[in-house]
């Protein structure tokens, strides 16, 4: 019954419901993509998240893999800059409905 829920939602708003589904089912996943408001590299994001490198790191690889989050810097070895897509701005904006509304 979610998964149905998520769907109609999705398709309601217009984006792709598997991608709003890959965050929406991921704590961590949330997380960084709500702290992404701005450009920003991962330790700032695991600052204001209070998560480890290493979820943060891989995190970024899944969300980027799924097109939500690109890195604006890939030739650096550290400090890689980090953005939402286009597609990650929707899905975090709709993210942020979405949780308002289902606050318990």
Do not use: W
């Not at 984006?15 to 996943?29: A, C, D, E, Q, T």
């Not at 997380?31 to 995190?59: C, F, G, H, M, Y």
């Not at 890689?80 to 286009?86: H, Q, V």
């Amino acid at each position: 019954m979610i998964g149905y829920l998520i769907f109609k939602f999705s398709v309601f708003i217009g984006m792709n419901p598997h991608k709003f589904s890959f965050v929406l089912r991921g704590s961590i996943r949330k997380k960084v993509v709500l702290a992404l408001d701005s450009q920003k590299i991962p330790s700032q994001i695991k600052d204001e998240t209070k998560l480890e490198d290493s979820n943060v790191s891989r995190t970024l690889k899944e969300l980027e893999k799924e097109g939500i989050v690109r890195c604006i810097t890939p030739s650096e070895k550290t400090g890689r800059i980090y953005e939402l897509t286009k597609i990650g701005e929707e899905i975090r904006k709709e993210l942020i409905k979405y949780l308002n509304q289902h606050k318990n």
